[in-house]
């Protein structure tokens, strides 16, 4: 059976499984049965631009050229979901303003505190962090360093750049806003001092070489990638993050996740009135 939508090449059941299971090789990215018109109308346009024909040749291609790391990233643009704004689910991030980074700076007087946001999107979940922190007195009391990464290279160039419109801002208070964003022309600049406080880089979570250091992070917010993912890549992710974390860590995933189904000893706390895995000391 052919399932393709007009203006889509052709993407059959063998085919959509030979590509489906490269993509999530690469990224952990998972196509369940049923969406091949999905992954059709993401991929045509990149087979046409890059002259193939079918997605029979641009799978070959994908997978044996060294010259694709540019097409995979292509790759990777198409399949992201950048959609996000600043101060969502922010039950964790005020459990890490009033409980984890306290119970951290007393217990560990004068240490570095590291705060990794793994999928950083443009950059809203990073900054609400340092905002959240700023406002609580942490950022100017105590030694943070917070880091950012995203797969995805378009969306970290905006993070970077730092420029909002007015759609990340439907949950942050107009006084935060005002406080720490300066508008011009519609677009809302983050201020210097907040902006600096943000380390960012490109981090593909399926890459352990690149996961290394910063899953050595205290706190680390994964939030809404792992609905995107298959249990084996969750796993996998999970297993780098709990062997690297120190005891205690702290994983914030989304509302929507949930780690009850994977074998793991991350362990489901309330903290703060928030629901966070636990990496327990011992």
Known sequence: MRFF????????????????????????????????DLLADKLSPLVVDRGFGSFLDYYYFLKYDDNAEADWEQVIEALSVQETFFWREMDQVRALAEVIVPRFVASHPGEKLRIWSAACATGEEPLTIAMALAEAGWLARAPIDIYASDVSPSALAKARRGHYRERS??????????????????????????????????????????????????????RNVFIYFSKTAIQQTVNRFFHRMPSPGYLCLGAAESLLKLDTDFRLEQIGGAFIYLKPEG
């Open 169 to 222: 801002f439907r949950s942050l208070p107009p006084a935060l806003q005002n406080k720490y964003f300066t508008e011009k022309g519609g677009v809302w600049q983050v201020s210097p001092e907040l902006h600096r406080r943000i380390n960012y880089t490109r981090v593909n979570l399926m890459a352990e070489a690149e996961v290394g250091f910063l899953a050595t992070a205290t706190v680390i917010f994964c």
């Open 5 to 36: 939508a007009e203006g889509n090449l052709p993407l059959d059941d063998r085919l959509f499984a030979l590509l489906g299971n490269l993509i999530h090789e690469r990224t952990g990215i998972i196509f369940e049965n049923g969406n091949q």
